[in-house]
């Protein structure tokens, strides 16, 4: 294949990924993983001052939600287009007005471990915090990492992320999991991109059918949250420690919640899809008959 053929398929690639993120910003505006991506893909076909908006946005954004840390940084990479624009000049404005009397909103992942029984039903504990809209913004965040890691090509990438938007309004019972899209595309390196994930956020990878769950352990969290987050409980040890499968171990945020609710130091691991739809499957419907005869 030529030079400029190779350019205009990587173009190309790049013009579907801007149609997928645009279409995720239509529906989330505020969906900060999707702004930083975005503004990548107008660099990289050289359409800075579309980058430079979408980077004020993101910093705005940012300090909408107080998230110090993360305008800073965008602050760095806009300081010198003060002179030249005046929505950067505004965002740099802002933001040094206020960093030293903002305080950065921090969320805390560890939790308190205290001995809680291990048989306690799920409806004597607050999933409140849980209940809230999913927000897919951590798994196409987990997607572009993949990507980054050259386990799938650009155009693959946008495939899964239009997938992800598409999981997301479905009306049928499933996760919504960048593993569960790559798995429905039939990717084959699969297997390498969970022993990374495995590797990476120290999650090792389990078959999970080859356990003897415990309905005292499942019954730990409602199906409903399981399904909808992609996490499964599926043993204890003793009264303080609790063994989730997880589709997403880079949502480390989700798992600070759990401990917290759980009152639990949460170990995590990693499966297929397909094993953990299966056992969901069946504690949903399991779930539903349970509902019904009451």
């Not at 994930?197 to 769950?213: E, K």
Request: proline share 3%; with cysteine; charged share 25%.
């Amino acid at each position: 294949m030529s030079d400029t053929n190779t350019e205009k398929l990587n173009e190309d690639e790049l013009w579907s990924a801007i149609s997928s993120l645009e279409l995720i910003l239509d529906v989330m505006p505020e969906d900060k993983t999707s702004l930083q991506a975005l503004a990548g893909a107008y660099v990289d076909i050289g359409d800075i001052a579309k980058a430079v908006k979408l980077k004020v946005r993101l910093g705005q954004l940012c300090l909408n939600t107080k998230a110090m840390s993360e305008a800073a940084e965008i602050f760095e990479e806009l300081v010198d287009l003060r002179d030249h624009d005046e929505d950067v000049k505004e965002f740099l404005e802002r933001y040094e007005a206020m960093k030293d009397i903002v305080q950065e909103e921090e969320v805390d992942g560890s939790s308190a471990v205290v001995e809680t029984p291990a048989s306690v039903d799920s409806d004597n504990y607050d999933f409140s915090d849980l209940e809230k809209p999913f927000d897919i913004s951590k798994e196409i965040s987990l997607a572009w990492e993949i990507f980054q890691q050259k386990f799938m090509s650009e155009e693959e990438y946008s495939m899964i992320v239009r997938d992800l938007t598409e999981m997301t309004v479905s009306q049928s019972v499933i996760t919504v999991s960048t593993l569960h899209a790559i798995q429905n595309r039939g990717y084959k390196t699969i297997e390498n991109i969970i022993a990374y994930l495995g590797v990476t956020y120290n999650a090792p990878f389990v078959n999970i059918s080859s356990f003897d769950l415990q309905e005292d352990v499942l019954s730990l969290l409602p199906v409903r949250l399981m399904i909808k987050y992609g996490i499964l409980p599926f043993d204890v040890l003793g009264d303080k420690s609790l063994l989730l499968v997880v589709m997403n171990p880079a949502d480390t945020k989700l798992l600070g919640k759990i401990a917290k609710i759980l009152n639990k130091k949460c170990f995590i691991y990693t499966t297929y899809p397909h094993e953990f739809d299966q056992i969901l499957m069946q504690l949903h419907n399991a779930d539903l008959k349970k509902k019904a005869s009451a």
